[in-house]
């Protein structure tokens, strides 16, 4: 989420048009915003361009998230390249996105600001009427302690019998694709048709074991979008249908399970060390930050707008 455009602005540039980004368009909002492992399901790619010669001068994206009490708000990308930057392309870009979310009356837009962006992008965002509401931490905690927790931790959860015996957890390569998709849409951010596309894709790489798949009485009941890269596993996100979160009578085993599930594959390669990353308000991942006597290696801004 990159936009560089402070107070005393360049002579703006004229005949700015934004328009949906298909075709080569498509191709070239991607190279200037590639997608993240940890945010998938972008759902409207956007790009800003001279109506006359037709050079793009900057692209956006942006995605329904699933916000507290079951509100939707619509995260955003944006990036200009460094020769049209102060020069009105963002400006254009974020009115168009906060137009189309006010028009499908959304709540608010918000985006997340990554460490090396913050001191450029910030002052824009300010000043458009953005708020810093929370921050994103990314840990990295030792995969021997996680070990040791969990691995106690589902020893007695299956003594006591909480664990069903028809769970299994499969690799996403043999997992149905489509509540997969459902799943992380409901839960985490994203429209189902990308988020099955970006999952077929995924589970056919070489790479679509990384990920598995908790499945209960031949129901998806939860997923681990995960990553082995040298000496490091990453969680890009891990999610489990509701009756199974922590919190309730008979919950929490799931996430717990897979999140065991990967530590062990970890253990098995030799990787010594597992990211992952939370807002402030996943107490839950909190918690177990604080079990797994997590590093901090990272912290982002999450912004917000209100469309009220």
């Not at 589902?154 to 019998?161: D, H, V």
């Amino acid at each position: 989420m990159t936009a560089h455009e402070p107070t005393a602005p360049h002579v703006p540039l004229t005949g700015v048009c934004v328009i949906a980004a298909e075709g080569i368009d498509r191709r070239a909002c991607r190279m200037l915003l590639p997608d993240t492992p940890g945010a998938v399901g972008w759902s409207q790619l956007l790009v800003a361009k001279d109506a006359t010669t037709g050079s793009i001068f900057g692209a956006a994206k942006s995605m329904p998230v699933r916000a507290e009490l079951g509100n939707v708000d619509l995260r955003i990308a944006i990036h200009v390249p460094k020769p049209y930057r102060r020069r009105g392309v963002a400006t254009a870009l974020l009115d168009h996105l906060a137009t189309r979310a006010r028009n499908d009356s959304v709540r608010a837009v918000v985006g997340l600001l990554e460490p090396q962006e913050r001191d450029a992008a910030l002052p824009f965002f300010a000043s458009r009427g953005f708020r810093c509401v929370d921050r994103m931490t990314t840990f990295e905690s030792k995969v021997e302690v996680m070990a040791d927790w969990l691995f106690e931790r589902l020893a007695w959860l299956l003594e006591r019998g909480e664990i069903p015996e028809s769970a299994q957890i499969v690799p996403l390569r043999e997992a149905p694709i489509g509540p997969v998709a459902e799943l992380h849409a409901r839960s985490i951010a994203g429209t189902v048709p990308q988020l099955e596309a970006f999952f077929t894709e995924l589970a056919r790489g070489p790479d679509g074991g990384d990920s598995v798949v908790l499945i209960v009485d031949d129901v998806v009941c939860g997923y681990h979008q995960y990553e082995f890269r040298g000496n490091l596993g990453t969680t890009h996100a891990l999610a489990v249908t509701e009756h199974l979160r922590g919190g309730g009578a008979g919950s929490g085993w799931a996430g717990l399970l897979l999140l065991a599930d990967r530590v062990e594959e970890c253990t098995r390669r030799g990787v010594e060390r597992s990211r992952y990353s939370c807002l402030s308000t996943v107490r839950p991942t909190l918690r177990l930050a604080k079990i797994f006597q997590a590093e901090v290696v990272g912290i982002g801004e999450y912004l917000r707008l209100d469309l009220a």
